[in-house]
């Protein structure tokens, strides 16, 4: 008689871990909202990435609501032979940390851009994607890279 409700209880049993295993894998609403972001941003000519971030860039450290890895999303200017560039995000204005300084106080209207650096034919911005889940400033985004582009030349 006991081996009848032991045989229920381990069929009980492994159809809630199988359940368990199924719900654990749903994707949060959060990444789901990363992934459209980063497919229309690559749809749109960005090439989005996640990299650790630069000492240079005074990107705040790894912490409970920031994770290691900064998005980076960049252009490439196939005909663009850019010196080496960095500047960081002060106020809503960009201070070059490295290079010309002629971008120095150029405004920064998106949301969340931590920093930019411009290198060989790319054009790039450090950026907390949070601050735009609906992907709402990426035309803007992109248009912001290639006037910076067209500044350096």
């Not at 005074?58 to 960049?74: F, H, W």
Request: with cysteine; hydrophobic share 45%.
């Amino acid at each position: 008689m006991h081996s009848e409700y032991t045989v229920y209880w381990v069929v009980g049993l492994i159809i809630l871990f199988l359940l368990g295993s199924i719900f654990g894998l749903r994707v949060s609403p959060r990444e789901k909202a990363l992934g459209l972001l980063r497919d229309n941003a690559r749809k749109m000519g960005l090439h989005p990435r996640l990299i650790p971030a630069p000492e240079w860039s005074n990107i705040p450290p790894a912490s409970e609501t920031r994770a290691s890895m900064v998005a980076y999303y960049s252009i490439l200017v196939p005909e663009g032979k850019f010196p080496l560039l960095r500047a960081v995000n002060q106020e809503g204005r960009l201070f070059v940390v490295k290079g010309d300084p002629k971008l120095n106080g150029e405004p920064i209207t998106l949301k969340g851009i931590y920093a930019i650096d411009m290198q060989a034919n790319c054009v790039g911005i450090y950026w907390d994607e949070s601050a735009d889940f609906a992907g709402e400033q990426l035309e803007n985004m992109k248009n912001f890279l290639h006037s910076l582009a067209r500044q350096a030349h």
